[in-house]
């Protein structure tokens, strides 16, 4: 089975452009994550979804993070206009649970540098 | 919030040797996960384990949630258990289904 495919895997761009973070969620999952991981941090969790729609987004930085899901099979990650500290790994990650979530499984992450 | 610590933040073991590593956690959780970052960033869910104990081969976890710890032990430890573990939980309030991560545990094995 495949697992939770994320795009792009690196990604440099210049403050101010717009960045879009790709994920495909493992097929049944019904949880989708954004989580975001620094030095100074550690990992966040950004935001995450039940059923395609968004539970808790208290973990989005400011209004310049949105995020998406469209459907069950894919979800984006949006950040307008970037800045140098948003430089991270984003990380996506799915599970499937009744109620509440269960093993989670992340992909390989997106190195964001925002120069 | 949930504090999440794990201990010790560095390890440094000779390949074959066994190891522990702690999580305590500072209330209730529904959930607690282990996972091992590799050296080139990848997440791996080791366990899930909000109780109990689980084994799978070289490695095996413990959780006391009464006593609100988890131990993480690796035996017989080999360079690819290297980089950083982290364990990870979720707070016992309805609703809440944020993960979190605690600082994490830096394995290094040396051959």
């Known amino acids: 089975d495949a697992g939770v495919i994320q795009s792009p895997r690196h990604e440099v761009t210049e403050m101010g452009q717009e960045v879009t973070l790709r994920c495909k969620p493992i097929s049944g999952h019904d949880y989708l994550f954004w989580y975001r991981q620094t030095m100074m941090r550690g990992l966040e969790l950004l935001i995450y979804?039940?059923?395609?729609?968004?539970?808790?987004d208290s973990g989005m930085p400011e209004d310049r993070f949105s995020a998406k899901m469209p459907n069950a099979s894919f979800s984006t990650l949006k950040i307008q206009p970037s800045e140098p500290r948003d430089s991270a790994v984003y990380f996506c990650a799915s599970s499937f649970g009744t109620g509440v979530p269960g093993e989670l499984f992340f992909g390989e992450g997106s190195r964001l540098t925002v120069l | 919030g949930i504090q999440v610590e794990q201990s010790p933040p560095d390890l440094i073991l000779q390949e074959g040797a066994n190891s522990t590593l702690r999580c305590n956690f500072s209330d209730s959780v529904n959930n607690l996960q282990w996972f091992h970052q590799n050296p080139w960033g990848q997440l791996i869910n080791l366990f899930y384990?909000?109780?109990g104990t689980k084994q799978n081969g070289r490695l095996s976890a413990t959780t006391v949630a009464t006593e609100r710890y988890s131990l993480l032990y690796i035996s017989s430890s080999q360079t690819t258990d290297s980089g950083v573990y982290f364990c990870a939980v979720e707070p016992y309030q309805t609703g809440a289904n944020n993960l979190f991560f605690g600082t994490g545990t830096r394995l290094t094995v040396i051959p």
């Open positions: 979804f039940n059923n395609n729609v968004p539970i808790d």
């Open positions: 384990i909000p109780s």
